[in-house]
């Protein structure tokens, strides 16, 4: 082996690609490799900017105009506040050819950083609420913002590879699951070419950094956000027989409940019923006049889901009639937003995927990953009339001799919107732009 051949082998190890398995792609995979690895210094750079100052959903302002003026660098041609928020749309034509949509979200959360990394936010801000509170990027949003950029600078140098649209669309609130909804709704289909493809990725919390995750079909839930208020008739708590004790009322609808999914769902159907907070009374000896139920329901098929907010209305007031609740005062039901619907992997779409990752990466860095009850609004750009086939990717970020000490201990890895959880940068950056570059060239690479 000569010392051409040596560090052609070694920028292929780099990224974790196997040079036999890579033959196909391996002149283009290290053309990307080679440029990946020059730009990784100035994406670093972006990234712990980004981690450092994260803004909330809907508050996205400075986050998304730093993205912006990333793409315009780029070569993309960008509209800002794009869905009545701060959502920005970045389009690059390279001659004819299918449009693919690539997505990033924007937004961090309202939890304290505890990483201890050199870059951690000490941002604190007023959310949308005027409550002050601290800031973090706990579920890699700054993560998957540095791989887009990364994308999108790689195939803005690579238009002989590749013939097409790129549309990059930096999404905000995620996290309240709204802002897919509004850029759609303000027509990002209608003004912007229509994508024939939808990509996004995700950081993992349990994959190891270098790997790549992927699922066909449900990847992702239902996410419905229920509120219950529970009215009785308060009184002296020395004379409950005077009363309508809201308190042992919730009680009993709490445990019902839960034969929501125990006793009227299939078993082969996945569905979560979580009370995830109840609240009410002031004093040891007064039965309030009412109690307050937060629910999140979970679901993956959207008949699952139908049933589980339907049983829920169902059990809450046939508990209240049990109870002598007069009617009016039954159980007030609201759902909060819309819901997020589940994320569902183009079968078809995500097998074309794994053939082309496996290309690149090597079969031993793809992983079969299993669906998740956590929600990710991405999945609307599918949920369209138009149908279009989308991708979620699973992109690992957790070092791996964290993983085998966990599984060695039994102690838990930080989760996401854990205060600390904090990606490996350079594998999870490397492998994620690879693999977004890899997926975006196998959909408008020129055959």
Known sequence: MNIFQIGRFSLLLTLGFSPLESAPVAGLGESVASKLNADYPSLETLYRDLHAHPELSLMEEKTAARIAAELRDAGFDVTEKFGGGYGLVGVLKNGTGPTLLVRTDLDGLPVEEETGVPYASKTRVKDLAGREVATMHACGHDIHMTCFIGTARILATLKTRWSGTLIFVGQPAEETGVGARGMLSA???????????????????????????????????????????????????AYPHTTKDPVVLASHIVVALQTIVSRETRPVDPAVVTVG???????????????????????????????????????CRGEAISAGIPEDRMPVISIVGEGTPAAYNDPALTRRLRDGLIRWLGANSLKSVEAEMAGEDFSRFGRTSEKVPICLLQIGAVAPEKIVESERTGAALPSLHSSKFAPVPEPTIKTGVTALTAASLELLGKR
């Open 187 to 237: 027509g990002l289909y209608r003004q912007f070419p229509r994508p024939d493809f939808a990509l996004a990725l995700h950081d993992s919390a349990t994959l190891a950094a270098g790997s790549v995750g992927m699922i066909e079909g449900y990847a992702m839930a239902n996410v419905d956000m229920v509120d219950v208020l529970i009215r009785g008739v308060g009184g002296h708590g």
């Open 277 to 315: 907070s109840i609240h009410g009374g002031t004093k040891h000896n007064i039965i309030p006049d009412e109690v307050k139920l937060q629910l999140t329901l979970r679901s993956y098929s959207d008949g699952v889901r139908a049933h589980t907010l339907d049983a829920l209305r169902r059990i």
